[in-house]
């Protein structure tokens, strides 16, 4: 199994609509769990970044952690086709080394207008 | 404005030639990553530095060589020993206690004819 599932999709949405994004992980051990945002042929941008379980919400985004069930959702609520990129689940064990972040595959969104 | 430059944007190189992918930050920070991206795949960590003049393997070391004598700029060389060089490569910097935080340039895309 590997340490992080991410559903690649692609996943296509009619703007307005609520979009789920969602990753699993192995590591019991994971703390630091993060969302970026990377559009096409770009560079990964920093979304949303949560420590331990529990929500956090910035704007139209929600970024929900359950360790219990070992499970990371982002929901995007009021879609935009400005939202239409690549999602990557980052996750670390430890929050003084970004060398280990460990990523996600990405799933690719597409907003329809 | 600060941020991360990579250049060249695109490069083309024939199998069998070295090539040296440039990063340069001016963000002060003292951490920097060498990331590959493939279709399909997450992000995966070639090389790191936390400090100037060293520098550390990540998970895929194997073909690539960087140096770090200067904190604003951390090179990549993809040598010819790399199997599979054709990719698109992210460079990352960071700041001590800024956990999962990583900000990324807009990449290197290299193909190999």
């Known amino acids: 199994q590997k340490e992080v599932e991410q559903d690649p999709g692609p996943l296509s949405v009619p703007e307005g609509a609520i979009v789920s994004l969602n990753c699993t992980y192995s590591?019991?051990?994971?703390?630091?769990f993060m969302w970026y945002r990377q559009y096409s042929r770009k560079g990964p941008e920093l979304l949303m970044y949560t420590y331990s379980s529990g929500n956090k919400e910035d704007g139209r985004f929600t970024a929900q952690v359950d360790k219990s069930s070992k499970y990371i959702s982002l929901f995007i609520r009021d879609s935009q086709p400005s939202d239409s990129a690549t999602y990557l689940c980052a996750m670390s064990a430890s929050g003084g080394s970004n060398y280990k972040l460990t990523f996600g595959k990405g799933t690719l969104l597409t907003v329809n207008p | 404005d600060g941020g991360i430059t990579q250049s060249p944007k695109y490069l083309f190189r024939k199998e069998g030639q070295n090539v040296t992918l440039s990063c340069e930050q001016n963000?002060?920070?003292?951490?920097m990553y060498w990331y590959r991206q493939d279709p399909g795949q997450g992000l995966r960590l070639i090389y790191y530095s936390q400090i100037v003049n060293d520098f550390q393997k990540g998970d895929i070391a194997e073909g690539y060589s960087v140096s770090r004598e200067k904190k604003e700029s951390f090179p990549l060389t993809v040598t010819s020993a790399q199997k599979n060089p054709t990719a698109f490569y992210l460079c990352a910097s960071s700041t001590p206690g800024a956990a999962g935080e990583l900000f990324f340039g807009e990449g290197s895309r290299l193909t190999v004819l």
């Open positions: 590591n019991s051990a994971f703390q630091y």
């Open positions: 963000l002060n920070h003292d951490a």
